[in-house]
């Protein structure tokens, strides 16, 4: 099987000199052929900020995975689309239609996934987990 490498771009902590942490997540996952950003954090300028830091260019990306609606995860998604709309953004129904079109206004594809399925080779979504956070429903994916 082949590898595949787990770069964190966004997290709450820090353990690279340089990159700022911040509310959110984002990590890169790399492996034989692609390169897929596994949500983007809170904030543009810090998602930005990080990526140019770790020399990861958004126009390398062969897509973005988003796991839930959340702005922790989703706030610095126009900071990509603004370099690279060639690009599949892969989601959940559970996402709103402006996030979904606000991709398709940069050019990008929003791809809805309902189960399982083979995104890039050896990565698989889980499909849509049904999940509550305080209370409410929050259906979310996560990658295999």
Not at 41 to 44: K, L, P, R, S, W
């Given at each position: 099987m082949s590898q595949v490498r787990l770069t964190?771009?966004?997290?709450?902590?820090s353990?690279?000199?340089g990159v700022i942490p911040g509310w959110g997540f984002s990590a890169l996952l790399s492996g034989p052929g692609f390169e897929l950003l596994f949500d983007t954090?809170?904030?543009?300028k810090i998602l930005k900020d990080n990526m140019e830091l770790l020399e990861i260019s958004p126009k390398s990306l062969d897509g973005i995975f988003l796991s839930h609606p959340h702005c922790d995860h989703v706030g610095g998604l126009s900071?990509?689309?603004?370099?690279?709309?060639?690009?599949?953004?892969?989601l959940t129904d559970a996402f709103p239609r402006v996030i979904k079109d606000k991709i398709?206004?940069?050019?990008?594809?929003p791809v809805e996934l309902y189960e399982p399925e083979e995104?890039?080779?050896?990565?698989?979504?889980?499909?849509e987990i049904k999940c509550s956070y305080r209370?409410?429903?929050?259906?979310?994916?996560?990658?295999?």
């Open positions: 964190d771009i966004y997290d709450n902590v353990l690279k000199r954090g809170a904030d543009v900071a990509i689309l603004r370099k690279n709309t060639d690009l599949k953004v892969y398709k206004d940069y050019g990008a594809e995104i890039l080779p050896n990565l698989l979504s889980t499909g209370g409410n429903d929050l259906p979310e994916q996560s990658l295999i």
